[in-house]
């Protein structure tokens, strides 16, 4: 199954409006990250747990992964992700969730 692909959208001194993406596909979701860039997750529903892969691997062996468990009717902010650590080759963090969730995600940057 394919990654959702969400959008990374960019803040200043003057501000954003967090614009939340839906995630519905629990196979998993990415978003282009820069190291400067922080995932708002607003869950409304029951308890989330996102799961984040890091990319290098120790004497030829994965590390482990990061998660962060976002309980529910709660709003979390994570970040920021290191890219040496979290992005992929095409520089993608790459994510999944054990739910849907409608309510969404914003993933913000300021670089």
Do not use: H
Not at 17 to 26: K, R
Not at 49 to 57: H, L, R, Y
Not at 98 to 108: C, E, K, P, S, Y
């Amino acid at each position: 199954m394919a990654l959702e692909t969400l959008t990374v959208q960019t803040a200043n001194r003057t501000g954003a409006e967090l614009a939340y993406q839906a995630v519905t596909n629990v196979g998993g979701f990415r978003f282009t990250n820069d190291g400067d860039t922080v995932i708002v997750i607003k869950n409304d529903a029951g308890d989330l747990v996102v799961t984040f892969a890091i990319q290098p691997t120790v004497d030829s062996e994965a590390v482990d992964v990061k998660t962060v468990t976002v309980t529910a009717s709660e709003t979390w902010v994570s970040g920021v992700w290191p890219i040496q650590w979290y992005n992929d080759t095409s520089d993608y963090v790459i994510c999944t969730v054990d739910a849907d969730l409608a309510d969404g995600i914003a993933l913000v940057t300021t670089g």
